[in-house]
T-cell receptor, first 114, second 113 residues
């Protein structure tokens, strides 16, 4: 069983479209995250939810909207996609304090905007 | 705010040779430090972490790192690398007053046969 699973793994779409990436964790963790990894492998946190409540919201355009229906799921919806949104998006989860706990990452969702 | 610098974007090393991947951080308060590894087309996984206590931390796959507060460093070492260690390695830091972990830009470890 995959601990943190993301779908889809690959996503190719046109500029201006709206797309979603789904994430589920079966580890029983309280906190889930979205990270963006650009073409140079730089990994930047976007959002964090703890028990369905938003606790970290970095300077991300409001075209990006996370949604957490329950503590095992954190989805990412992106409106009006732009070329610069092309990246690999990683979902992660952790238990306990968000600054000391081990992050468990999914395998990533590679988004390509044409 | 905290930041982390990985000085080398790529490190080539021969198989069975030792390796050190450098990491320096910047913070005005106590920090927690981490090393993560990313194998090709996979997510990151934790190698080791320093929260407190002994400054020498041992992790998985034979890696270790030493926290040096005076030099604000947390370098990762392995005495003998294997071809399977080919991966991207990320140093990360968080502050005891903050709620997020910040990652460095990564160092690609390239094992030469």
């Amino acid at each position: 069983d995959t601990a943190v699973s993301q779908t889809p793994k690959y996503l190719v779409t046109q500029m201006g479209n709206d797309k979603s990436i789904k994430c589920e964790q079966n580890l029983g963790h309280d906190t889930m995250y979205w990270y963006k990894q650009d073409s140079k492998k730089f990994l930047k946190i976007m959002f964090s939810y703890n028990n369905k409540e938003l606790i970290i919201n970095e300077t991300v355009p409001n075209r990006f909207s996370p949604k957490s229906p329950d503590k095992a799921h954190l989805n990412l919806h992106i409106n009006s996609l732009e070329l610069g949104d092309s990246a690999v998006y990683f979902c992660a989860s952790s238990q306990g304090a968000t600054n000391t706990g081990e992050l468990f990452f999914g395998e990533g969702s590679r988004l390509t905007v044409l | 705010a905290q930041s982390v610098t990985q000085l080398d974007s790529q490190v080539p090393v021969f198989e069975e040779a030792p390796v050190e991947l450098r990491c320096n951080y910047s913070s005005s308060v106590s920090v927690y430090l981490f090393w993560y590894v990313q194998y090709p087309n996979q997510g990151l996984q934790l190698l080791l972490k320093y929260l407190s206590g002994s400054t020498l931390v041992k992790g998985i796959n034979g890696f270790e790192a030493e926290f040096n507060k005076s030099q604000t460093s947390f370098h990762l070492r392995k005495p003998s690398v294997h071809i399977s260690d080919t991966a991207e390695y990320f140093c990360a830091v968080s502050e005891n007053r903050d709620d997020k972990i910040i990652f460095g830009k990564g160092t690609r470890l390239h094992i030469l046969p």
